[in-house]
């Protein structure tokens, strides 16, 4: 009766230990598609990528340029300089200096599929981009074409800081599930 009893407790023990082991497996493979992609934000020269459209009355002199809106039609390449990759598309729409106290922009910006595995598809991106930080993260909130409905996040990393180029380069790390 003792090893019935024994018997039945070790069935049972591995019948609840066995959903808890699918489940990690399960989030191990959580679906997402990962790529990096590369942003180039031009201020300077004959072809600007970014603009700034609008601005607060103090925004120049804000240490943050708080207040301040940007257009953004900038590249986005397969490599880190804009002739050691493919464009790929476009990363268009605004992002706005929101912090008084830091570099803290808020993103707003559809990433725009030309070319490369995600042609005619863009996905929708939305959060803080606070860019003296190493890493940030921005949520994607939907996309269109292969990414309709999609959902997940951006990791981004600048490379160069354009402080002499007038270019800013940003690496993004594109976490997507659609």
């Known amino acids: 009766m003792a090893t019935t009893t024994t018997l039945l407790l070790l069935c049972a023990a591995a019948v609840l230990l066995a959903p808890s082991t699918t489940t990690t497996a399960a989030a191990a493979d959580d679906g997402y598609t990962t790529f990096k992609l590369y942003f180039h934000d031009i201020v300077g020269g004959t072809s600007p990528t970014a603009i700034r459209v609008a601005q607060a009355p103090s925004s120049n002199s804000s240490s943050t340029f708080f207040g301040a809106v940007v257009a953004i039609d900038d590249p986005l390449t397969s490599g880190p300089t804009r ?89 993004y790390t594109v976490n997507v599930k659609a």
């Open 83 to 171: 002739s050691s990759g493919d464009e790929l598309g476009r990363a268009q729409g605004t992002y706005t200096f929101a912090d008084q106290k830091t570099f803290g922009l808020l993103m707003l910006m559809n990433f725009v599929f030309t070319a490369g595995d995600h042609n005619g598809s863009s996905l929708a991106i939305v959060g803080r981009n606070e860019v003296l930080d190493d890493v940030r993260e921005m949520s994607i909130v939907g996309g269109t074409g292969k990414f309709r409905m999609a959902r997940g996040y951006v990791q981004a990393h600048t490379i160069d800081s354009g402080a002499t180029s007038g270019e800013t380069v940003v690496q």
